[in-house]
């Protein structure tokens, strides 16, 4: 995919880790990285296939979803939605607008997703 001055490159590995990055005349910088595998370890040990209460230990401190702290439209803000059998861990922060978003299938963790971006990502 190409823009003026911009193109988008994307790698896949078999075992499930994915990266998009964004090339400009300037250099390339990281847009996301999606892991849907076990072996490789994400923030504060993450990894897939851990139980919600697993992985919402690392991160939520009551382990059920809703704010987790700031409010909506604060430049630091967490959040935890259910969407159907998902549950998406989303964390806003001032150092570049990071998200980190889990996503979990019938309790278990099936990928995370970190991205530079405050867009949500079709999962």
Not at 45 to 73: D, I, N, R
Request: proline residues 3%; charged residues 20%; negative net charge.
């Amino acid at each position: 995919i190409a823009a003026p001055n911009l193109v988008l490159g994307q790698y896949t590995q078999d075992g499930g880790v994915e990266l998009i990055w964004l090339e400009e005349a300037a250099g390339g910088r990281a847009q996301s990285l999606r892991v849907s595998n076990a072996q490789t370890e994400g923030p504060r040990g993450l990894k897939a296939g851990m139980t919600f209460e697993e992985a919402s230990s690392l991160f939520l401190s009551e382990g059920k979803p809703g704010v987790l702290y700031g409010q909506p439209g604060d430049t630091d803000y967490g959040e935890a939605v259910n969407e159907g059998t998902q549950t998406l861990l989303t964390y806003y922060t001032a150092a570049g607008s990071y998200v980190l978003q889990l996503v979990f299938e019938n309790g278990a963790l099936k990928e995370w997703v970190l991205s530079t971006s405050e867009m949500r990502w079709t999962l």
